[in-house]
């Protein structure tokens, strides 16, 4: 008996500690638009950045935390900063931003199960080591809340003169609010295709690993 209760205990056992300690994955569909002025890619210079909207503070810390990013991402595709902007030869015009797409709260049914067990014996006809019985007793009822956002960055670059060099506008659609955490992962998404032509949107799925929860909300 104790033979048998180990060999149902134990995988179970294992299989929670390896759920918990193992990476789970968050995954993102990501939509990338990027156009030119003229068709082709457009060469690294010096820049600037400033918010393409009027209402943003060029002061504010969310706007300065994710300018930072951007700036990093630019550093890296070979664009060099400038401290005055009548010196830079583009300036980059930033914004983000997040829009509520879907609210709504599902109700559905789902049975409430009663199992029973037990040892069976010998002297019956039918001889089977366990029983069991399996009944649907009752049905409970739940409310599930669904949010969906469209988290979404807009990076618009322009010479001296304000003519558009290039534009790139990427978004995903999720149910997370968390602008820190999702406005760098767009810009890192974007940056093979800055400063670059295509003519059909791009689709990507991106995988982000995080260590455990505890990591996770730590992050959050």
């Known amino acids: 008996m104790k033979h048998i209760v ?20 968050n995954q993102y569909h990501v939509k990338i638009d990027a156009i030119t002025h003229t068709g082709e890619r457009i060469a690294p210079s010096s820049y600037t950045i400033k918010p393409l909207g009027e209402d943003t503070d060029p002061n504010d810390l969310y706007f ?56 069976g014996f010998p002297y019956h006809r039918y001889y089977s080591p366990f029983w069991n019985d399996v009944r649907y007793t009752s049905y409970r009822t739940y409310q599930k809340h669904y949010q969906l956002f469209n988290r979404y960055i807009v990076i618009l670059s ?26 760098p992962l767009l810009i890192d998404t974007s940056k093979p295709y800055i400063g670059s032509n295509h003519d059909e949107v791009i689709r990507l799925s991106i995988k982000e690993k995080v260590e455990n929860q505890e990591e996770n909300k730590k992050k959050e």
Not at 71 to 97: M, R
Request: some cysteine; charged content about 20%.
């Open 6 to 25: 180990k060999s149902i205990i134990l995988p179970l056992l294992i299989l929670f500690m390896a759920t918990g300690c193992s990476r789970t994955i």
């Open 64 to 119: 300065q935390r994710q300018s930072q990013h951007l700036a990093k991402t630019l550093n890296a595709l070979g664009y060099t900063p400038v401290s005055y902007e009548n010196l830079a030869e583009q300036i980059i015009y930033f914004d983000y931003g997040i829009e509520k797409i879907k609210d709504e709260i599902v109700t559905y049914q789902e049975p409430t199960i009663s199992v029973g067990m037990g040892w």
């Open 158 to 183: 322009k010479d001296q003169l304000g003519k558009e060099l290039w534009r790139i506008d990427t978004s995903s659609v999720g149910s997370s609010e968390n602008l820190r955490k999702i406005i």
